[in-house]
């Protein structure tokens, strides 16, 4: 079955470095998600992506995070400046359509900000 | 402010019994409905969609809709020790983001 694929699955970065998450979504989808998870916290929404832009992000996106395809297959989230804050888990997910469809995750990688 | 209610449990049901879950969603124009399983540690893995009133069955799971009382739930029949997780109700209110309840940790004892 398709997945989403994420990496690396974990790291360790200095507050104040700049950090890049990958993701490589399910091949047929044509819709980019980025979400967060603080420990024993709720899944949140960060940003959607769709035909080389920004569809839509939450008050968390701020300027400190980007999102880009850097090709045909790639998904990246940038945070630019980390915070100790930004510790979390960030799950990538895609889905086949825009609206009401499942989005499915990939196993996410642990951000850990010293 | 669009919210997702669950009891965050713990939920303790016995081995092959039916473990019920519950959410409430604060968005009456939400339009899309989700149960997500999460094992500690891992990712949120999709279990059921639902989408109009009613219920939807899928082998041992059955997702419950009722937009008037802006209720979801999940019922799992014959609960096996690998149901042991943390359930995610999500929505989607017709935009693109889904918004997250806390989850209900779901033990099921042998």
């Known amino acids: 079955e398709p997945e989403v694929t994420q990496t690396p699955s974990h790291q360790v970065t200095q507050m104040g470095q700049e950090v890049i998450l990958r993701c490589v979504p399910i091949?047929?989808?044509?819709?980019f998600y980025w979400y967060r998870q603080i420990l024993g916290q709720k899944v949140e929404f960060l940003v959607s992506?769709?035909?080389?832009?920004?569809?839509?992000k939450s008050e968390i996106f701020d300027d400190q995070f980007s999102v880009e395809r850097p090709d045909g297959s790639n998904f990246t989230l940038k945070i630019r400046s980390t915070k100790l804050e930004d510790s979390a888990m960030y799950f990538c997910?895609?889905?086949?359509?825009?609206?009401?469809?499942?989005?499915?995750f990939g196993d996410g990688t642990r951000l850990s900000i010293l | 402010q669009k919210e997702v209610e669950q009891n965050s449990g713990p939920l303790s049901v016995p081995e092959g019994a039916i473990a019920s879950l519950n959410c409430t969603y604060s968005?009456?124009?939400?339009?899309?409905f989700f149960w997500y399983r999460q094992y500690s540690g891992k990712s949120p893995e999709l279990i059921m969609s639902?989408?109009?009133?009613g219920d939807k069955e899928d082998g041992r799971f059955t997702a419950q809709l009722n937009k008037a009382s802006q209720y979801v739930s999940l019922l799992i029949r014959d609960s096996q020790p690998s149901d042991s997780a943390t359930y995610l109700c999500?929505?989607?209110?017709?935009?693109?983001?889904?918004?997250f309840g806390t989850g209900t940790k779901l033990t099921i004892i042998p």
């Open positions: 091949s047929n989808h044509l819709y």
């Open positions: 992506f769709y035909n080389n832009e920004i569809s839509e």
């Open positions: 999500a929505v989607n209110g017709g935009n693109e983001k889904l918004t």
């Open positions: 968005d009456r124009g939400s339009q899309s």
């Open positions: 997910a895609s889905s086949e359509s825009r609206y009401n469809q499942p989005q499915h």
């Open positions: 639902i989408y109009s009133n």
